[in-house]
C-alpha cells in the first residue's frame, strides 16, 4: 500500500506549469522555498508524526511536490533551530522511528506564519480581484 | 519487528552510504547526517516490509529504492532550502593547519629545547592555535589528529621535567 502511495505521489509531482516542468521554473521554486518551514510546522500542529508520515501528507498535494530529501533535511534543520523536538520510538516494521513535534518555539512561529499568511493571502487577493475589474 | 535479508541490507546501506557521503560533502555535521540517513531508513523498511513477518528481498529493495530519489538529489535539496553548512574547504584547511602546527612544532620544539632554555613561549601559542584549529575541523579526521596531538603536546608541557 505504501509503495502505491509513493508511485501516485511520484506522479503527482511531475508537474508543468506554464508549459514547463514545474521543478525547472526558478520562480516555482523560490516560492515553494519559503513556504516549506509553515507547511512542516503546520503538519505537526496536530501533534507528533514521524518523517515519512509527514512526507506522504505533504506530497500528496497539489503543486508541492515535496521529496524526501527536501523533507528530511528540512526536519533536521528545524530541529537544529528548536523549532521541533524529536524523539525515538519502537517501530513494528523496522528501526525505530524519529518522531517529531513542535517546541514551544516552534509552536510560536506557526502562530506568527499563519498569522502573516493569512495577512499576505488577502493582501494578494486584493491586488488580484482589482487587476481583474481593470 | 521486520528484518532484511543479508543482500537487501547490504544494498540498503550503500544508498544510505552514499546518501551521507553527499551530506559530509556538503559540510552537513554528524547529527543531522545521522537523522537525515535514520528518516529515509525508516521510510525504505515501510516501502519494502510489506509483510513485516518475512525479511525483506532483495527485489523488494531494489523496487523500494526505485521510489526514492538518487542520493545526488540531497545535495540539489540542500541548496534549494539554502541550508548554511561549513565550507568543506575551509574544514580541510583548518584540520591540516591543525595538523601541520601539531607536528611542526613537535619537531621544531626538540630542536630548539637543545639550544635554548626556557623554549620560546611561541610554541606554545602554535600548539593553542593548533588545538583550536583542531577542535573547529573535528569532523575532519586530520583535524582530530591534529587536535589531539596539541591538545597531548600541552598537557605534556606541565610535566615536563625541570
Known amino acids: 500500500m505504501a509503495r502505491d502511495q509513493g508511485a501516485k505521489s511520484k506522479a503527482a509531482g511531475e508537474r508543468t506549469i506554464g508549459g514547463r516542468a514545474a521543478e525547472s521554473n ?13 507547511l512542516v510546522l503546520a503538519v505537526l500542529r496536530r501533534g507528533e ?14 503543486g ?10 528540512l526536519l533536521a534543520r528545524l530541529t537544529k533551530d528548536g523549532l ?9 516494521e523496522g528501526p525505530p522511528r524519529r518522531y517529531y513535534s513542535l517546541t514551544a518555539t516552534g509552536h510560536r512561529r506557526l502562530v506568527d ?9 488577502k493582501s494578494v487577493d486584493h491586488v488580484l480581484a482589482a487587476g481583474e475589474k481593470r | 519487528m521486520a528484518v532484511l535479508s543479508i543482500e537487501a541490507n547490504e544494498r540498503l546501506e550503500a544508498y544510505l552510504a552514499d546518501v551521507a557521503e553527499i551530506l559530509r560533502g556538503d559540510g552537513h555535521d554528524l547529527v ?3 537523522n537525515i540517513i535514520d528518516s529515509l531508513r525508516e521510510q525504505i523498511y515501510e516501502i519494502a516490509t510489506v509483510d513485516g513477518q518475512r525479511p525483506a528481498s532483495l527485489d523488494e529493495i531494489e523496487q523500494a529504492l526505485g521510489e526514492m530519489e538518487p542520493p545526488d538529489a540531497f545535495r540539489a535539496a540542500s541548496r534549494v532550502l539554502a541550508i548554511k553548512t561549513k565550507n568543506r574547504a575551509t574544514k580541510r584547511a583548518l584540520a591540516y593547519l591543525s595538523a601541520g602546527l601539531s607536528m611542526g612544532a613537535v619537531l621544531i620544539y626538540f630542536a630548539v629545547a637543545a639550544v635554548y632554555h626556557p623554549v620560546p613561549a611561541i610554541f606554545g601559542f602554535g600548539q593553542v592555535t593548533a588545538l583550536a584549529a ?8 586530520v583535524g582530530r589528529f591534529g587536535a589531539i596531538c596539541a591538545a597531548l603536546f600541552i598537557v605534556g608541557s606541565f610535566f615536563r621535567p625541570g
Open chain 1, 49 to 62: 508524526a514521524y518523517g515519512y508520515i509527514i512526507l506522504k501528507e505533504l506530497r500528496g498535494f497539489e
Open chain 1, 26 to 38: 526558478p520562480w516555482v521554486s523560490q516560492m515553494r522555498k519559503g513556504l516549506l518551514e509553515f
Open chain 1, 113 to 121: 506564519m499563519t498569522a502573516y499568511w493569512k495577512a499576505i493571502t
Open chain 2, 134 to 141: 583542531g577542535a573547529a575541523s573535528w569532523s575532519e579526521p
Open chain 1, 64 to 73: 508541492l511536490s515535496l521529496t524526501e530529501s527536501t523533507v528530511y533535511l
Open chain 2, 32 to 34: 543531522d547526517i545521522k
Open chain 1, 84 to 92: 521541533l523536538r524529536a524523539r525515538k520510538a519502537r517501530s513494528p
